[in-house]
């Protein structure tokens, strides 16, 4: 089987089987909202680029005719939602000019929507304005994999010079720059080190959704390192480091989103949108374009009462709302000196 396509199969069979540490984080009500739901503004950017509403469709699959079907599925769903969405890593159409269309498909279903195109973090100068040209992205991500690398059994073994290929790139491309993780987290050493190379908007992208080493595991014939299916950080505590950073950066979040609270406590925890992915690829894979479609309508409808339930009318008053943080989240926060009573105490 295609590379690709295992591991879509093995993302839908794995969804949803990690802890997920968003329901650690607990919301204070406020009884006393003074808003109405039409007040609310779901607007954002990222990256410079506007989006009416702070979630995206996260970087998936591509480079085969099953994913170049997905990608044409994903970007209807995108085209019909008004979302922004990025394609899986575009190395197999660089090797490999023959694959190019399994990208390419996204443009045209989606002609006039904000696509991100996405490489991994060893590409070239030269490469990656590659990627951008093949369908006119709108802005670029560079995604951090070295774990999934080095359980990946035909994997990269030598990340030396990352840093300063994300630097150079920085330096010469022509649209905005997103460097990402792929479901491992951050800290806030890892984003200083991000910020001191001039990248400005960062996906933190943590553990509790799609688990890459749990997947290039179930790749390996022995399945040996199965210990390594929860390595790094979750998306709650990458976005509590995050704000404990020197530099500031623009911050999304990734990584375990479910649903339509999810998103809302990502942005209470000063993300500026989110991405969606394996929710997405369950629902299309399992019930089709059309429900998928809905499903992420319906997310757009309860950020709307979630926003009027706190009394926020913007993004920016979101990241003010206070939140009680609980169990291993609060364990972290202990252990990495991150203030439990500044969140507890926001206004």
């Known amino acids: 089987m295609n590379r690709k396509d295992e591991h879509v199969s093995l993302a839908k069979a794995f969804h949803n089987k990690q802890k997920n540490e968003f329901d650690t ?16 503004s779901l607007h954002t950017s990222v990256a410079g680029l506007d989006l009416h509403y702070p979630f995206y469709i996260n970087a998936m699959t591509g480079g085969s005719e099953k994913t170049k079907k997905i990608n044409r599925e994903l970007a209807t769903i995108a085209k019909e939602t008004d979302l922004m969405i990025a394609t899986g890593s575009v190395s197999a159409a660089l090797k490999d000019p023959t694959l ?11 002609p006039n929507g904000k696509i991100l195109a996405n490489v991994g973090a060893g590409t070239s100068v ?33 990340f030396s010079n990352w840093k300063e290929l994300i630097q150079a790139i920085r330096e010469e491309i022509s649209v905005p720059l997103i460097v990402k993780e792929v479901g491992f987290g951050m800290t806030r050493e890892t984003i200083d080190e991000l910020a001191a190379l001039g990248v400005k908007t960062i ?30 950080q979750s998306t709650v505590t990458s976005l509590l480091e995050a704000n404990e950073a020197k530099y500031p950066v623009e911050v999304l979040a990734s990584g375990g989103i479910r649903n339509a609270f999810d998103i809302f406590k990502a942005l ?16 299309l894979m399992s019930n089709g374009v059309e429900d998928t479609i809905q499903l992420l309508k319906d997310c757009q409808d309860e950020l709307r009462l979630l926003f009027t339930m706190v009394g926020a009318e913007t993004i920016d008053q979101l990241h003010h709302h206070p939140v009680i943080l609980t169990g291993a989240t609060k364990d972290w926060c202990e252990a990495r000196g991150i203030s439990l009573t500044k969140y507890g105490n926001r206004k």
Not at 25 to 40: D, F, T
Request: charged fraction near 25%; include cysteine.
């Open 25 to 40: 984080v607990r919301i204070v009500h406020n009884a006393l909202p003074q808003l109405a739901v039409s007040e609310v």
């Open 100 to 110: 190019a269309e399994t990208y390419q498909v996204m443009r045209d279903v989606y």
């Open 126 to 158: 030269v490469k990656a304005k590659q990627a951008i040209e093949l369908f006119e992205a709108d802005a670029l991500q560079i995604h951090l994999n070295a774990p999934q690398e080095l359980v990946m059994p035909e994997g990269d073994r030598d």
């Open 203 to 232: 996906d933190i992208s943590g553990r509790s959704g799609t688990s890459f080493t749990q997947i290039e595991n179930a790749r390996r014939p022995k399945r040996e390192l199965n210990y390594l299916a929860d390595w790094g």
């Open 268 to 283: 209470c925890l000063g993300a500026q949108a989110v991405g969606i992915s394996g929710t997405v690829l369950n629902s």
